[in-house]
């Protein structure tokens, strides 16, 4: 039987360990996963800005009465706030 070199490739059936055959990723440090401290901010502004239009768009005080303009406003600053809550760390 032909002995195996480095750098040869596994024939079938033989055992390669997941690191070595590039499977598993390295682990990332916790300080490239942590979120810029403004992105707290702009999520906490979206939903403010949205609750704040959809509120005033019911209560009439917004101009041209009421719309569903300014309800498409505030869901897509709801649902903006929402997205962005989803990528903090």
Known sequence: MAKRTENSKPRLGQYVSPTQSGRITQKQTSESKQSSETL??????????????????????????????????????????????????
């Open 40 to 89: 707290g901010v702009a999520i906490l502004q979206m939903f403010a800005f949205g609750l704040l239009v959809i509120s005033l768009n019911y209560l009439q005080v917004l101009p041209g009465s009421t719309s569903p303009w300014y309800l498409l406003v505030g869901l897509g600053a709801l649902f903006g706030g929402f997205y962005l809550a989803t990528r903090y760390h």
